[in-house]
Nanobody, 123 residues
Framework: QLQLTESGGGSVQSGGSLKLSCLAY????????MGWFRQVPGREREPVAS???????RYADFVKDRFTISYDNAKNTLYLQMDSLEPGDTDMYYC?????????????????WGQGTQVTVSS
């Protein structure tokens, strides 16, 4: 069993930055796919970014080079550096681990979800 715990959300003004963290309790071994999704009530959860065990990263079009995903193997922690934040980025952000390392883009199949961390961007 794997437990994912996010932190780092908060409230910032437009143009500001936040760095989300996701600590994975349990052992992630071998090949993997990790990523971030976001959701507002009443809408489907949408993919933001993903990274696989080979270090390949993928981003949603709306990220537009503003966000950077990374994974620290020594700390078992996934990160999302978010810069140039916009009011449209206001959402609950969820950490996720996929079922398969070779399916790691877009809305990849998720085996484990974190509980979410709220990001609020004011204009």
């Amino acid at each position: 069993q794997l437990q994912l715990t996010e932190s780092g959300g908060g409230s910032v003004q437009s143009g500001g930055s936040l760095k989300l963290s996701c600590l994975a309790y349990g052992y992630i071994y071998g090949l993997y796919c990790m990523g971030w999704f976001r959701q507002v009530p009443g809408r489907e959860r949408e993919p933001v970014a993903s990274i696989d065990s080979d270090g390949h990263t993928r981003y949603a079009d709306f990220v537009k080079d503003r966000f950077t995903i990374s994974y620290d193997n020594a700390k078992n922690t996934l990160y999302l550096q978010m810069d140039s934040l916009e009011p449209g980025d206001t959402d609950m952000y969820y950490c996720a681990k996929g079922w398969r390392a070779d399916v790691c883009s877009g809305s990849f199949p998720v085996r484990y979800w974190g509980q979410g961390t709220q990001v609020t961007v004011s204009s």
